[in-house]
């Protein structure tokens, strides 16, 4: 957190690891999914009094989208289980032969992708397609699938991309319902929104003009608010055009009739199958109302601080 710039002296409160300094404090919860018999929920995170979910709204090369969902499915939980459990279940569905691939065989898919998303594991000896980097060719001849030419089977398929996303909304409503209810709040800042997530730790142009920030107490009007939102205001053209393919390819069709991060991501990552899945268990409603409580006009004629620092901690 310090490495990215989260201290309490720029964020003026105390810093604390959400499942303990060693990552070890959790509270295991059972989940029925896909074969996962448990999460290893943050041990802090749940002994809170209540929950701020603070997010910044960007781009998610797994699922399109990062919001209030995103940020709590993974940032409630321990490292394993945030990166090898809740990431990991895009593997869950077979999508080649695993008898027949080769690492040599691997490695040819690989050279015929443009973001080299075919991987090989030296030591499990296991062949893999990183979906975070997959575009799916933005629904063109997929590549990697043409090189295989049948020998593995090789094929992407949308099944595996949503298992994240519903796997995201079972994690993040073990999370709220943690909690009394009229003690969970979200708040969406749509401001610098980048492609890709800021588990990167780089900086990254904004692809999205600033929106501004939402704030409500239902996480699926949250999200989709959000998204609709960054639909509306579109891509940021003279950005993208700027930006080289090796870091990120878009969609050649800016006109097609697709959300802004599945023009960036692929087609088979919609952005709003999370907040499908979450409207489904209950978690909330994709049906909201925009109140402004705070133009930007308004926020631009306002005074600035008198002071840089705090007389006292505001915490207590």
Known sequence: AAFRGYTQETC????????????????????DFAGIESLDAAGVLLDADVLIN??????????????????????????PTRWQTIHGVVQRDSYFDEEKMTKEHIEKLKEACPRNA????DKKKKASLVFYECDQCHGGEQLCVKADDGKTGWTIKPENLDSFQELMAVAAKIILDSFDAAKIFHLNFLIDITPFCDCYGMAMPAVID????LGTKDIVAADVASL?????????????KKIPEKYMRVNPDLSAKLHPWQLIH???????????YGEARGMGSSKYKLIEVLS?????????????????????
């Open 12 to 31: 003026g409160c105390p810093i604390i690891p959400i499942a303990g300094v060693k990552d070890g404090y959790v509270k295991k919860k059972e989940v």
């Open 54 to 79: 603070l997010t910044h709204s960007k781009g998610h090369g797994s699922c399109g989208y990062g919001g209030a969902f995103k940020n709590i499915a993974l940032g409630g939980y321990s490292g």
């Open 118 to 121: 075919p991987s090989w594991d």
């Open 210 to 213: 600033d929106i501004g920030i």
């Open 228 to 240: 609709d939102l960054i639909a509306e205001q579109g891509l940021n053209e003279s950005i993208i």
């Open 266 to 276: 692929g087609p088979f990552k919609d952005p709003y199958k999370v907040t499908k």
């Open 296 to 316: 930007a006009e308004e926020t631009a004629a306002m005074e600035p601080p008198k002071h840089t620092f705090e007389s006292g901690p505001s915490f207590f």
